[in-house]
């Protein structure tokens, strides 16, 4: 088994994440790359504009409050040049005017911190989908479940699974790095917010629901534990074209 993600695409969508904070940055950056994107970052607003000339993003997720150049300087500097390149704002919390500011200076969509990684890949994905149609991921398909990530949906010999959204994060981590082992700590990583204190005994709780959901009382391990280390999903999974 190999250790790449299953999406092949012929031009991979480039994103830019612009924010200052260090730990959030690389909490994007990593969650990012990990959804098969490929992700630069930058800290300020100028380094920001040089790197998006360097290479066009096809969204970029700026950080309102920057050292130098903030993003309202960023996105009016995009806008005055006539670039539509999708931007997702991050703003301070119960910051309405600058919520209203920044959707009037054309940003696409904004998200209030403190967000969790699951609300930003969601805004991400919605964005990408927008401005780049054809970017559709394929369905899935893996024994007998069949996975629509984008509706977010999975059956089993077409009965639909009523996931909670963290146990189908969780899922789709796991079949869309099938045959690899994920740490608890990398999946509390990729599936959490940052601000929740959760233990890996949580995600022993999630996993066994997401089991139990899946029906592998039937005999039939789909996500085995390697003992130790983690989690794996064992059944190969195949795209399918729609
Ligand atoms: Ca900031």
């Not at 800290?43 to 040089?50: C, E, I, R, T």
């Not at 369905?139 to 996975?147: A, D």
């Not at 146990?167 to 599936?191: D, M, N, V």
């Amino acid at each position: 088994m190999v250790n790449q993600p299953i999406f092949e695409r012929e031009s991979v969508t480039h994103i830019l994440v612009v924010e200052d904070e260090p730990s959030l940055c690389q909490l994007l950056v990593n969650n990012l790359s990990f959804e098969g994107y490929s992700v630069e970052a930058a800290g300020d607003g100028v380094p920001a504009l040089v790197a998006h000339a360097a290479r066009r993003a096809d969204l970029i997720v700026l950080d309102l409050m920057l050292p130098h150049m903030d993003g309202f300087a960023v996105l009016k500097a995009l806008r005055d040049r006539q670039d539509e390149v999708p931007v997702l704002m991050l703003t301070a919390r119960g910051e309405e005017t600058d919520r209203v500011q920044g959707l009037s200076l054309g940003a696409d969509d904004y998200l209030v911190k403190p967000f969790s990684v699951l609300e930003l890949m969601a805004r991400v994905k919605a964005i990408l989908r927008r401005t780049r149609p054809t970017e559709r991921p394929p369905m899935l398909r893996s024994g007998p479940f069949r996975f629509d990530l984008p509706r977010l949906e999975a059956k089993r010999d077409g009965r639909m699974l009523d996931l909670t959204p963290r146990e189908f994060r969780l899922l789709e981590i796991l079949i869309t790095h099938s045959g690899r082992t994920h740490s608890r700590k990398e999946l509390l990583q990729l599936a959490w917010e940052r601000d929740a204190r959760p233990t890996a005994r949580t995600v022993d709780v999630h996993i066994a629901n997401l089991r139990r959901k899946l029906g592998e009382e039937q005999g039939a391990p789909w996500i085995a534990t390697v003992g130790g280390e983690g989690y794996r999903w064992v059944t190969p999974v195949e795209t399918e074209t729609a």
